[in-house]
């Protein structure tokens, strides 16, 4: 359960986010929203690079943004970037299991815990090959897994099937769905691909110029008149 | 390009191998790298003259300290152009102990390595705040700064005092070597088995949790934070590690001149070792060493060649060049594989010349 009351973010004359209040359950929810509506800012508070000028993040019961950001992490948040942040040079385990070793759980683990989020997310791979020779769909997918890894919370997913083809979207949406039954987290997901915000979310919640302006059931909040217009009033069609 | 070097399991020519399992390169690469080190260790010294017996010293030296800058450009992306200035505080260090205490030798290397990795965090310290052009400006500085101050107060030569330095002395003493290695070639095996334990303090570092951690930090500080990674620690360790390896080369050193006081420690030095750095290939162990040879042993043979050193300036710039042009992994990386396109090359032409039905290779 992640709570926000009164959240605003000001960059000089910018106000990516603007008295933003809202609650995400349980489950996987969709944060949706045009270019530019602040929900990368929105995520970069939770993990802590962008410091709020009012406004209060509850986790589970947890004050995060009193956290220093590294901090963040071990306390089980976990992110993917909206550009790819794989590590090229590390091998596809080494990648995962660097996230492992900053997490609460210990070494004895580890082996097991990081070849288990590999085949979660489906890659079927040497895990020793280094992540700079993979495809943009396997690396994306190496994302999530060290998303997934060492009992994460809370998973922060920033348009992880930007770019990617059809098929491909299709089977990160297949891993996106089971994130909360297999690791427990409570699952946001950002992206512009409604196809796979309506497969993977029962809730939504839409932003719009720094502002909420839905929440709730993801069917509803897509019929909803304000979001159609939010979104007809940049080029993207729903 | 391949990360690697050392530990290069250059996964893209390399069939999948289990995790965990053995494949024969795992075997064969300890093999000869042991090989190798027992040659220079026990063969090389006794068969070269007196002239490079001393070249290979100082290039035993100078690979620690290329290896201790290595680590920072290449695994963690801080371009550092104080590491001579480094160095020459290790030297002093050494020196120091040397001429106050009976301590063992190593002893000696350890303190000083270890007082230098004090010293040196704290060039590095700017890195917390700067990146890039900026921290390489700040290091140059805090470098022109620790040179000035070593150049008043000179190396110790046996004299009183903080600083040890008398400057009425008239007999200057030496300052000690190992009782093992007092002898030129002696003192060659010595250095060169420190490097050795060097290099392997820093492989132990880049394939665990730091090395992780590092090129995490390396691609982007955001990321690595995202992951748990606390990067100021991280990068602070980074400097701490180099600064201990280079404080270490400082305590040869030291034993190696014999009289420090003839040594000069320029900026340039410290520029000339980022350059050559760079050429040797930073995504690698490897390169440290022929950042070394190229730096100590080149000179020496262009000087018997009886070639002026000075076009060594232009030979390091073009090479800089070339690696920021066409091989950004350097020369361990450039070699083999310009090897190996030759190979084909010769191979081709063979094949050709051969007459038609003759074996195919
Ligand atoms: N570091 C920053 N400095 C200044 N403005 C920023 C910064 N980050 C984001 N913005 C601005 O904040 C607004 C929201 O951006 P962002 O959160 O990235 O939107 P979204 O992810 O919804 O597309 C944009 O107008 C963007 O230009
Ligand atoms: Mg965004």
Not at chain 1, 23 to 28: Q, V
Not at chain 1, 134 to 144: I, K, M, P, S, Y
Not at chain 2, 239 to 259: C, E, I, P
Not at chain 2, 264 to 280: H, K, P, R, W, Y
Request: proline letters at 5%; charged letters at 15%.
């Amino acid at each position: 359960m992640i709570e926000v009351t009164g959240l605003s973010v000001r960059f000089g004359g910018v106000t990516p986010l603007d008295d933003m209040n809202v609650s995400f359950a349980e489950g996987t929810c969709g944060l949706i929203g045009p270019n530019g509506a602040g929900k990368t800012t929105f995520f970069n508070v939770l993990s802590g690079f962008v410091r709020p000028v009012a406004g209060t993040v509850r986790a589970f019961d947890q004050d995060l943004l009193g956290m220093a950001h590294f901090r963040r992490a071990r306390w089980g948040l976990r992110r993917t970037f909206q550009t790819e942040q794989a590590i090229e040079q590390l091998s596809v385990f080494d990648n995962v299991a660097m996230v492992h070793e900053h997490s609460k759980v210990g070494a004895a683990s580890r082996r097991k815990d990081v070849l288990d989020a590999i085949s979660f997310v489906g890659l079927d791979l040497d895990p020793q090959l280094r992540v700079g020779t993979l495809g943009a769909g396997e690396r994306r997918l190496v994302e999530v897994a060290r998303a997934v890894v060492g009992r994460p919370r809370v998973v922060l997913l920033d348009e992880p099937a930007a770019g990617l083809p059809d098929q491909e979207t299709e089977r990160m949406g297949e891993v996106i769905r089971q994130i909360p039954e297999h690791t427990g987290a409570l699952t946001i997901l950002v992206d512009h691909d409604m196809g796979l915000v309506s497969s993977c979310c029962e809730k939504t919640a839409v932003l719009d110029f720094g502002k909420l302006i839905a929440s709730g059931p993801t069917a509803e909040v897509l019929r909803d008149e304000r979001v159609i217009r939010a979104y007809l009033g940049t080029e993207s069609v729903l | 390009m391949s990360a690697a070097g050392v530990e290069t399991a250059d996964t893209t020519t390399q069939p999948p191998s289990s995790p965990g399992g053995f494949d024969t390169r795992t075997l064969v690469r300890p093999a000869v790298i042991a090989a190798l080190l027992l040659f220079v260790v026990l063969a090389l010294p006794s068969i070269l003259s007196t002239y490079y017996v001393d070249a290979m010293i100082q290039v035993a030296i100078w690979s620690i300290v290329a290896l201790g800058l290595g680590l920072l450009v290449g695994r963690v992306g801080l371009v550092s152009l104080g590491q001579a200035a480094v160095l020459a505080l290790g030297a002093w260090v050494a020196a120091r102990i040397l001429f106050a205490t009976s301590l063992p030798y190593p002893l000696v290397l350890l303190a000083a390595g270890l007082i230098t990795m004090v010293l040196g965090t704290l060039v590095g310290l700017p890195a917390l705040r700067l990146s890039g052009l900026y921290l390489a400006l700040i290091t140059l500085m805090l470098a022109g700064a620790i040179t000035v101050v070593l150049a008043t107060t000179n190396f110790p030569n046996g004299g009183h005092g903080f600083l040890g330095y008398n400057g009425s002395a008239v007999h200057i003493p030496q300052i000690r070597r190992p009782s093992i290695a007092n002898t030129d070639t002696a003192f060659l095996r010595y250095s060169v088995i420190v490097a050795a334990l060097m290099f392997l303090l820093v492989l132990a570092h880049v394939r665990t949790r730091p090395g992780r951690a590092w090129a995490a930090i390396r691609q982007s500080e955001s990321a690595a934070l995202a992951a748990g990674i606390n990067t100021t620690l991280y990068k602070l360790w980074a400097f701490a590690l180099a600064s201990f390896v280079t404080g270490v080369a400082g305590g040869l050193l030291a034993g190696s001149s014999r009289y420090l006081y003839s040594y000069d420690f320029t900026t340039q030095e410290s520029i000339t070792l980022l350059a050559v750095v760079l050429m040797g290939g930073i995504f690698s162990l490897w390169g440290a060493i022929i950042a070394g040879l190229l730096l100590q042993l080149l000179p020496q043979l262009l000087n018997s060649w009886g070639v002026s050193p000075d076009w060594l300036t232009i030979l390091f710039g073009i090479g800089v060049l070339q690696v920021l042009l066409t091989a950004p992994a350097g020369l361990v990386d450039q070699v083999p594989k310009d090897l190996a396109r030759l190979g084909r090359l010769l191979r081709g032409l063979a094949r050709r010349v051969a007459p038609a039905g003759g074996r195919s290779p």
